[in-house]
C-alpha cells in the first residue's frame, strides 16, 4: 500500500503588539498581544506507516526530534489511539530562539497535519484545547492569520485580515534568546510598564478588513526597550531599518529578530537589496491571513 503524504508549510508569526501585564501565582505572566501570521514557513513532511511509532527527522540539529521533544509528545495525544505509525520530516527556514515562534507553529502544523491524515474527528476547540499544553504561542497557530491573544497567551480570538498585506524585513542578529531568561530579565528592569495599554477595541467584534494604517500606531513590545539595553546591536539594527525608511521597527516575541514595517512594497525591495548582506539572517515578509494558513 503507498504511503500518505502530506506537504506543509509551517508558517512564522510576529508579535505586532505584545504589553506584559503581571505576573501569576504559577510563576507565568499575563499578556495581551496581536499576533500575526508571515509567509516565512517550515517544510513539513507526514508520512504515514504501517509500522506504528512517531518518527520525527529534522535538517537543524538544534531542534529535538527524541521522545523529550514537543512535537513528539504533541503527536503522541493523537497517535495513541492510532494503530499506525507517523514519519515527521521538518526543513527548517524559520530561526530557532528567534521569538518567530517557529518551535510552535510546528507542532500546530504538526497537530493539524495529523488530523487530516487520519481523518480525526476533533473540533478546532479541541485542538486548540491540546496545543495549550504545548507552548503559549501554539494555540495561535492552530487558528493563524490576525488574532488577539491574552491570558498567558492561550487565549486566542481571531481578528480580522489585515488587507493589504503588511511588507516586512526581518533580520535575526544570530542572538539566541530563551523565553524564561527574556521574562525574567523583565522582571528585574525598573523600566516595567513603560507604556499604557493600547487602546486595540475598535479591532474587536468587527467584520471587515483591518487596513494597514490601522496597526501603524500599535506595534509595541515590552521586552524592546530592555532586549535593546542588553544587545546594542538590536537598537541598532531598529535605527538602521528606521533610517532607510520602515514606519517603525521593534522586536517579534521575546527576540531577538527585528522587524521593520514598510507601506509599500518597493520600499522593501529597495531596503532588503541594501540591507541583506549586512546580517547573516534577513528576510523579506508579508502578513497573511488565516485563510492562507489553513491547510
Known sequence: MAENVLKLKSYAKVNL?????????????????????IDLFDEINLKQTDRPGIF????????????????????????????KGI???IKKHIPVASGLGGGSSNV?????????????PLSPAQ?????????MDTPFFILGGTAFARGRGELVSPLPSIYPPIPLILINPEIKVSTKWAYQLYDKSIDKNVKNIADFSYLLNRSEIIKPVEIYS???????????????????????LKKLGSITATISGSGPTIYGIFER???????????????????????????????
Open 265 to 295: 512594497k518597493n520600499d522593501m525591495v529597495r531596503v532588503y537589496n541594501e540591507i541583506k548582506d549586512e546580517y547573516p539572517l534577513v528576510y523579506q515578509a508579508y502578513t497573511i491571513g488565516a485563510q492562507d494558513t489553513s491547510l
Open 17 to 37: 503588539y505584545l504589553k506584559i501585564g503581571h505576573r501569576t501565582g504559577d510563576g507565568y505572566h499575563n499578556i495581551e498581544s496581536i499576533m500575526q501570521t
Open 108 to 120: 500546530a502544523t504538526v497537530l493539524k497535519g495529523i488530523c487530516r491524515i487520519f481523518n480525526l
Open 127 to 135: 485542538l486548540l484545547n491540546i496545543a495549550t499544553n504545548f507552548g
Open 87 to 89: 514519519n515527521i520530516s
Open 218 to 240: 500599535l506595534i509595541y513590545n515590552s521586552f524592546d526597550l530592555i532586549l535593546s539595553q542588553k544587545f546594542p546591536v538590536i537598537e541598532k539594527i531598529k535605527n538602521r
Open 56 to 83: 520525527i527527522e529534522c535538517d537543524n540539529p538544534e531542534v529535538p526530534t527524541d521522545k523529550n521533544s514537543i512535537i513528539y509528545k504533541a503527536a503522541e495525544i493523537l497517535m495513541n489511539n492510532i494503530n
